[in-house]
Every structure is written in structure tokens, then in C-alpha cells.
């Protein structure tokens, strides 16, 4: 699918689902692992992030890890345009709670198979529709691979804080639609959407689709200093 279309497709439900988040977790967070500023990148080039390599990693392997099963829908976009999508409405990683969504890599046959055969079909506020992929199809899902990562922490995240994290972006771009500023590291494959009075979006990508991916931003949206 083409990669605008599955970030469209992903924003909407986000934002459509209003996903509730809890309280941060008593546990004291364990600092070696999943936390979203520790990527890395793969001998091949793609990014690890959570414990997944985007373009190796299966969504068994990252439910396995996470230590427990996400939810699933397969969208059909108004253009006819298929994407399975894996997410967890209140996951707490090194207690930080937030959203976390994995997009699954597919054929667009198989997905669009699969959205027929779906339940409890939902139309979104854009035309977009979303089901339930049957058992089987579920199944077959999470031997899929994962090849983007969306995470919005609870806690806000302002833009002194990812410059201490992960040094200064790429680009500074101003999303005319959302007004949020979008700081780009496009070696990393990673996109921080910062909002003022909403929840900061995290979209990791292969480094090697992220100036595709990104092209209608920097084509639209306002450049930044």
C-alpha cells in the first residue's frame, strides 16, 4: 500500500478510537530496554524500536515481548486501499503508559480478502471503514511483519525534551491542518508530532520510505527554524 495512504489511515483511527490511557505504573522501570528514544539501527538499515525491527520483526514476536495479545482491524480507505493495523488501547512500557499501534506489512489482496471476510464493520468520520479480521485471519496476522510503529505516551513530551533525546531533527515542519509541529529525523525514520493541548505522536519508519512518506507534509506544511 502506498505509504501515504497507510499514515492517513492511521492518524484517523487514532484519532476516531479516543483511546484512554491510565495512571503510570508503581513498577520501577527497568532503563535497558523499550523506551521510545532507544532505537537503533539494523546492519540493514531499518530501526529497531520496543524490540522491533520494522521490516523483520512478526507481530507475534512483539506481543510476545510486550506479554500480551493486541487487537486487530483491517481499513479499507475510500480509494480502495487496504491496511492492517495491530494496537493496544493502555500499554505500559518501562511505566509509561501510552497508545502503541503496529502497521503490518501485507498484499493488498490478502488484505482486502480479509476485510470482507471481517466483522463488526465501522465507518470512520472520512469514509474509511474498519472490521474485525476473522480468527484464521487473525492468526495468519501475527506471523505478519511489522513495518511502522505509532506511540503517544500519556505524559506530554515537549520539544526542549526530544532535543535532549534525540538530538536536533532534520527538518521543523508546521502541519497546516493539525497546527502541530512535526520534527523529522530522517536518519532515524522517525516522526514526533508535538501538539499543544493534544497527546505528541511518535511514527517510526524504514529510513529508507521516511522522505516518501513525509513528501505531503513538506509539500503543504510550513517550514520551521
Known sequence: MNRKTVLGILALGLLAAGLALLMPDKRPPDPGRDLPWQ????????????????GHSTLGEAEARIGEKAKLAVSASPAGEYAAQAFYDETNLQGMHANLLFSLAAPQ??????FQRGQHIATTGDGARKAE???????QLRWTTIDMVTYIPASDVDEEALHERFGAPTKRVRDPKTGAVHLLYEALGLD???HGQAREIFRYL??????????????????LQ
Open 39 to 54: 532505537l537503533k539501527l539494523t546492519p540493514d538499515g531499518q530501526t529497531r524500536v520496543f524490540g522491533v525491527a520494522l
Open 109 to 114: 489482496l490478502e488484505l482486502q480478502q480479509m
Open 133 to 139: 479480521p476473522a480468527p484464521k485471519d487473525a492468526g
Open 192 to 194: 514526533v508530532a508535538v
Open 206 to 223: 524504514p529510513p529508507a520510505e521516511f522522505e516518501e512518506a513525509m513528501a505531503p507534509l513538506l509539500q503543504e506544511g510550513e517550514p
